[in-house]
């Protein structure tokens, strides 16, 4: 199985200020023959269930606040929110859809400094 | 809109069965591939099946495979888990899911409310 590793677990940042969440593979996601790479972000926040943000490692769900984005190909993988918004306290989750099974990472929990 | 709707979840005994249903609107439910994934409580996400939008094509979770079955009618737009011989570690909220894509494999773009299944004596 393909395993997700994700950094930090929880982070607290201050309003308006930069977050960023970090999602590893252990092998690569990125299949040759479209160059896409199988991963998304997922938010969770309490109480609900989760909430596609980001698919193929960078494009944007419709409806999404273009201040988050996803980048990195292969292994390595970065979900950034520019400026926080107290709305963006949540889970975070990446997936890869790759291979099955599909495997999502433990999670990383957004809080508010 | 779309909407997935689960019931079916509740409290059994060890070794004992439930189905799960997800009655689904607001899309073509015979286009897409359908999933169930689990979250037991205060834990992250666990995918535990997918089924190919013809139904063709099963896959499972190792922890679930020769105990649950995935399936569709495509002609009630519903999805169903049938759950047997479960344990303790099922335990979970169940959320129907609906990928983006027809065939496998892709994100998650729509998701139910979840179903809480409790497996205790």
């Known amino acids: 199985d393909i395993v997700m590793t994700q950094s930090p677990d929880s982070l607290a940042v201050s309003l308006g200020e930069r977050a960023t969440i970090n999602c590893k593979s252990s092998q690569s996601i990125l299949y040759s023959s479209n160059n896409e790479n199988y991963l998304g972000w997922y938010q969770q926040k309490p109480g609900q269930p989760p909430k596609l943000l980001i698919y193929?490692?960078?494009t944007r769900e419709s409806g999404v606040p273009d201040r988050f984005s996803g980048s990195g190909s292969g292994t390595d993988f970065t979900l950034t929110i520019s400026s926080l918004q107290a709305e963006d306290v949540a889970v975070y989750y990446c997936q890869q859809y790759y291979r099955s099974p599909p495997t999502f990472g433990q999670g990383t929990k957004l809080e508010i400094k | 809109e779309v909407q997935l709707l689960e019931s079916g979840g509740g409290l059994v005994q060890p070794g004992g069965s439930l189905r799960l249903s997800c009655v689904a609107s607001g899309f073509t439910f015979s286009t897409y591939a359908m999933t169930w994934v689990r979250q037991a409580p205060g834990k992250g996400l666990e995918w535990v099946s997918t089924l190919s939008n013809s139904g063709d094509n099963t896959y499972y979770a190792d922890s679930v495979k020769g105990r649950f079955t995935i399936s569709r009618d495509n002609s009630k737009n519903t999805l169903y888990l049938q759950m047997n011989s479960l344990r303790a570690e099922d335990t979970a909220l169940y959320y129907c899911?609906?990928?983006?894509?027809?065939?496998?494999?892709?994100?998650?773009?729509?998701w139910g409310q979840g179903t809480l299944v409790t497996v205790s004596s």
């Open positions: 899911a609906k990928d983006r894509m027809g065939g496998v494999w892709s994100a998650i773009d729509y």
């Open positions: 193929w490692a960078s």
